[in-house]
C-alpha cells in the first residue's frame, strides 16, 4: 500500500496519480520513479499529478532540487500538471518547474484539479485505477 496511486483514462490516453497520504522526499522519489514506470507502458499524450487529497505534505527544497534534475516523466510536448491546493505544496511544485531542465515547459501547476480539466478539454473524465503492481 502506498500513500498514492495511479490512474488512467484510457478514452482521453490521461494518466493521473493521485496522493493520499503523506508526501515526503521517500514517497516523491518512489513515486518519480514507478509512475515513469507506468508513463512508459501506458504512452500518455498527458499526466496529472493530484495532490488534493495528500494529508500531509513534507517535502524538502533539497529533494526538489535533486528531482528536478531528473529527466521529466512525460516531456513536452506533453502537458502535465500538478493540483497543488495549498500554499506549500504549489510553492514547492513552482521550485521544481523552475529548477528543472528543459522539456518542462508544458508542465503547469493548478489550485484545483477541474483547472488541469479544462485545459485538457476533459468534460467526461473516466479514470479507472490501476492495479498497484504492474
Same mark, same amino acid.
Not at 529548477?99 to 476533459?122: C, H, K, N, T, W
Given at each position: 500500500? @502506498? ?8 478514452? @482521453? ?5 493521485? !496522493? ?12 518519480? @520513479?514507478? &509512475? ?22 513534507? !517535502?524538502?527544497?533539497? &529533494? !526538489? ?5 531528473? @529527466? ?23 521550485? +521544481? ?15 484545483? !484539479? ?12 473516466? +479514470? ?7
Amino acid at each position: 500500500m @502506498h500513500d498514492y496511486y495511479f490512474e488512467y483514462d484510457a478514452a @482521453h490516453r490521461i494518466f493521473a496519480s493521485r !496522493v493520499t497520504g503523506a508526501f515526503t522526499d521517500t514517497i516523491f522519489e518512489t513515486w518519480y @520513479h514507478a &509512475a515513469a514506470g507506468r508513463v512508459r507502458q501506458l504512452s500518455p499524450r498527458a499526466a496529472i499529478l493530484d495532490l488534493t487529497a495528500c494529508q500531509r505534505f513534507d !517535502v524538502s527544497t533539497a &529533494a !526538489v532540487r535533486k528531482m528536478a534534475g531528473l @529527466h521529466p516523466i512525460l516531456p513536452d510536448p506533453a502537458p502535465r500538471f500538478v493540483v497543488a491546493p495549498n500554499d506549500i505544496s504549489f510553492g514547492m511544485a513552482r521550485m +521544481f518547474q523552475m529548477l528543472g531542465p528543459e522539456g518542462r515547459d508544458m508542465l503547469f501547476i493548478v489550485r484545483a !484539479v477541474d483547472a488541469a480539466y479544462e485545459a485538457l478539454s476533459l468534460t467526461a473524465p473516466a +479514470f479507472e485505477r490501476l492495479p498497484d503492481h504492474p
